[in-house]
């Protein structure tokens, strides 16, 4: 069993249905019932989301060289991969530098997202409230 499998066994069923409404259609009817037999159709459905969602992720550094200019994705599922595959990029000495990368692309996402993925940056590395972009996003977002 992969970690990825693993993962999406763990996942909490409640989230299922979010997934359900912004994926629609993007399950293929042979993979859901194997899914399905062996941890349940809810989680099956929500695994199979978030892996397709993850297949289609960009290339994260690629993000990171150039956060003002990348594409940002079309699907709202996508978009969630990518601000939680940037701000698992946070940690060791970089990690200050990473994280401003990472705002400067968040304050682009749609705004639901980025108070999301803002929310887990102050949580994972809290000096980012301090920086300048951070701070621009904050007061936008309060206004």
């Known amino acids: 069993m992969t970690p990825q499998f693993i993962a999406g066994e763990r996942r909490v069923p409640d989230i299922v249905e979010p997934f359900q409404r912004f994926c629609g259609g993007a399950l293929s009817p042979d993979e859901l019932p194997l899914a399905a037999g062996c941890i349940g159709r809810g989680p099956a459905v929500q ?16 993000i990171l060289a150039a956060p003002g200019t990348a594409a940002i994705p079309a699907r709202i599922d996508q978009v969630y991969a990518v601000a939680c595959a940037l701000i698992d990029r946070i940690r060791g000495e970089s990690a ?17 997202i980025a108070a999301a993925a803002m929310r887990q940056l102050a949580d994972k590395w809290p000096p980012i409230v301090t920086c300048q972009p951070y701070l621009s996003w904050a007061e936008q977002a309060a206004a």
């Not at 199979?48 to 550094?61: C, K, N, P, S």
């Not at 200050?96 to 639901?112: F, I, M, Q, S």
């Open 47 to 62: 695994y199979l989301a978030i892996r397709r969602a993850q297949a289609a992720v960009q290339d994260i550094d690629a």
């Open 96 to 112: 200050g530098d990473v994280a401003e990368r990472v705002v400067r692309y968040t304050v682009r996402l749609p705004d639901e």
